[in-house]
Each structure stands twice: as structure tokens, then as C-alpha cells.
């Protein structure tokens, strides 16, 4: 008996043989598979539209702000102020000469004591005069013919060096004394002042105002370039100090690459740069 299959359609039983059941199978497979090709082609051109609206929305945006540029501007700030220097360091230098090691000694210690009395006479604190160790050199002569012939040399002497430091927030005192102190010449010292040199004492704090200056000023210079050029000064985007300079005021030094710092002059000047970036809109 032939084997017979029965489809329900609309409450209606429809009898099928082998044959038939296989023509049905074979098109409701190619109904399912144009279904689901349909279903695809709709999911595609479903993202299609989307990518077309998202270009469409950053074309535009581009289209509107074509104009407006984001980017950086670097700027450099001074900070620049003048000081008078309130410590002051001096030194002199003695000597004296003898053929004979210990009485070269002796007579430098008596310019020592000379040198000592004259500065307390002065108003200069004992604990502010400082003494360096003794330096001795043997002093000689070159000897020569009658003919002019190089004979060798020979020895005239010892030659013994003392130097005093003082060093004092007394600065007007200070200078009269290394002015003055020339005088002990007369009492028969081979004596030679140096030239005082100059500090400030108050130095890290005068560089933390002057930072701040500097900052201040470079962010100012930043503020009038974003305005004049109609843009919108943004968030700091990094900070580089420069060198601390100190020079003599109203004086010709030059800038160094490692930093000035002038010692010859009471009134002087420091500065300092600071470079900023920025970001810009």
C-alpha cells in the first residue's frame, strides 16, 4: 500500500502521496530561503541608511565649524627685580719676605696681629674675621755673566702669604674698611685688598616671587594672543623655567647658557623666563 502523508489547511485535510510531500518540502524550502534573503537585504540596507546619516551629521558638523582651529600657542613670561645686596665678603692678602724660614714666620705674625687689631678698631666682630692657613714659597733669582750667559738662579728668600676674610651684613662698614685699610701700608705691610663681593641672602624667596611673575606674565601674554586672534585660551598644557640670571644693574653682562651670577656689584638685578604652552580653541 502506498504510504500516504496528510497536510491541515484551513481545516481541511489534504492527502498527499511520496511524490507530492517532496515537490511540497522542495518549495517551501525555497520560500524560506527567499524569505530569509529578503530579511537580509532589508538589514543591509537598514545599516546602509545608517552609515548615511552618521556621515551626514559629521559632514555637517565639519561644514560648521571649518572655521574654528584647536590647537597650541607657546608664550614666555619674564620676571624681572631689583635688589640691594645685604652680605658682603672681603678679603686681603699679607705677606712678608726673609731669608731665614722662621723669621719670615715671625714677622707674619706680627702683620697678623696688626692686621687683627686694625679691624676690631673698626667695629668688626672677632667671630667675623677668619684667617686662612699660611702659604710659603721659596722666592728665587735668575743669575747671569758678564757676557749675559743664563747661569742658573739662586735663592733670595722665603716668602710667606696670609689672607683675612670678613664676611658681614655690616655692608657699608665692610667697604670703608677694605677703602681704608690701605693705610696699614704705612706701618711698613705688604698688603693687597681684593675687591669684596656681594650676596643677598634672601635669594629663594626673591626666586619663588620672581616664578610667579613669570607665570603671570607669559599667561597674560597668552590671554591677549587667544583674544586677538579670536580664539578661547584653553587648559595649561606644560611649564619650562629658564636659567636664573643675576647681573649688575644698569651693567652690560651678558646672559649665560648655565646662569649669571654676578658678585662684583651691590645693586644688582635678577630675572627669569618661563615658557607655557597652551591649548587653544
Request: net charge positive; with cysteine; glycine share 6%.
Amino acid at each position: 500500500m502506498m504510504n500516504k502523508i496528510y497536510f491541515i489547511e484551513n481545516k481541511r485535510v489534504l492527502n498527499f502521496n511520496k511524490f507530492d510531500s517532496f515537490i511540497l518540502r522542495m518549495t517551501l524550502t525555497t520560500l524560506d530561503l527567499l524569505y530569509f534573503k529578503k530579511m537580509k537585504n532589508n538589514i543591509s540596507s537598514i545599516l546602509f541608511s545608517v552609515a548615511i546619516i552618521v556621515a551626514s551629521i559629521i559632514l555637517g558638523n565639519a561644514y560648521l565649524n571649518r572655521n574654528r582651529v584647536i590647537g597650541s600657542i607657546s608664550v614666555t613670561g619674564l620676571g624681572k627685580a631689583d635688589f640691594t645686596s645685604d652680605l658682603i665678603v672681603w678679603e686681603c692678602t699679607f705677606s712678608n719676605t726673609n731669608t731665614q724660614l722662621e723669621k719670615a714666620y715671625a714677622d707674619l705674625e706680627k702683620d697678623k696681629k696688626i692686621v687683627s687689631d686694625y679691624l676690631s678698631s673698626k667695629g668688626v666682630p672677632k667671630e667675623a674675621i677668619v684667617f686662612s692657613a699660611v702659604e710659603t714659597d721659596q722666592q728665587r733669582k735668575n743669575v747671569y755673566s758678564a757676557n749675559g750667559n743664563y747661569m742658573g738662579d739662586e735663592f733670595v728668600g722665603y716668602v710667606l702669604r696670609q689672607s683675612v676674610t670678613v664676611e658681614s651684613k655690616e655692608v657699608e662698614k665692610i667697604e670703608k674698611i677694605a677703602r681704608e685699610i690701605t693705610e696699614l701700608l704705612n706701618q711698613g705691610l705688604q698688603l693687597y685688598s681684593n675687591p669684596p663681593r656681594y650676596y643677598y641672602t634672601k635669594l629663594e624667596d626673591l626666586k619663588i616671587e620672581m616664578v610667579s611673575a613669570a607665570t603671570e606674565n607669559a599667561r597674560s601674554r597668552a590671554e591677549k594672543i587667544a583674544t586677538n586672534s579670536k580664539s578661547k585660551l584653553g587648559d595649561l598644557i606644560s611649564g619650562k623655567m629658564g636659567i636664573f640670571q643675576i647681573t649688575g644693574q644698569h651693567s652690560n653682562e651678558d646672559y649665560s647658557w648655565g646662569g649669571a651670577f654676578n658678585t662684583s656689584s651691590k645693586e644688582k638685578t635678577a630675572s627669569i623666563t618661563m615658557k607655557l604652552d597652551y591649548n587653544v580653541k
